[in-house]
């Protein structure tokens, strides 16, 4: 995990995760960004409510699917970076 290890990653408000087209898409309607979703970055960033650290959002989802643990360890840290660069969440203190 990267050095936001023990910080807790926190939905920015005014963002949406809806499914369109069969495709799940995040998007706020006062920015001009949209981002696509699979189901793995949307378990992601439905966990990402300030009272949970990265680590502990990775281990859940470890537990709750053990056979993607590899491709857990692998995606989770990229996905919340990838959602902290686009102003998606931001990481607060524990």
């Given amino acids: 995990m990267s050095h936001n290890t023990e910080k807790k990653p926190l939905r920015k408000p005014g963002?949406?995760?809806?499914?369109?087209?069969?495709?799940?898409?995040m998007f706020s309607p006062e920015e001009a960004q949209i981002?696509?979703?699979?189901?793995?970055a949307s378990l992601i960033?439905?966990?990402?409510?300030?009272?949970?650290?990265?680590?502990?959002?990775?281990?859940?989802?470890?537990?709750?699917?053990?056979?993607?643990?590899?491709r857990i360890w692998a995606?989770?840290?990229?996905?919340?970076e990838k959602f902290r660069q686009h102003g998606v969440i931001e990481f607060v203190d524990g």
């Fill in 15 to 25: 963002y949406h995760l809806e499914m369109m087209d069969g495709e799940l898409l």
């Fill in 35 to 40: 981002l696509y979703c699979n189901q793995t």
């Fill in 45 to 70: 960033w439905q966990l990402c409510d300030g009272e949970r650290t990265a680590q502990e959002i990775v281990e859940m989802l470890i537990a709750a699917f053990p056979e993607a643990e590899e």
């Fill in 75 to 80: 995606e989770a840290p990229a996905t919340l």
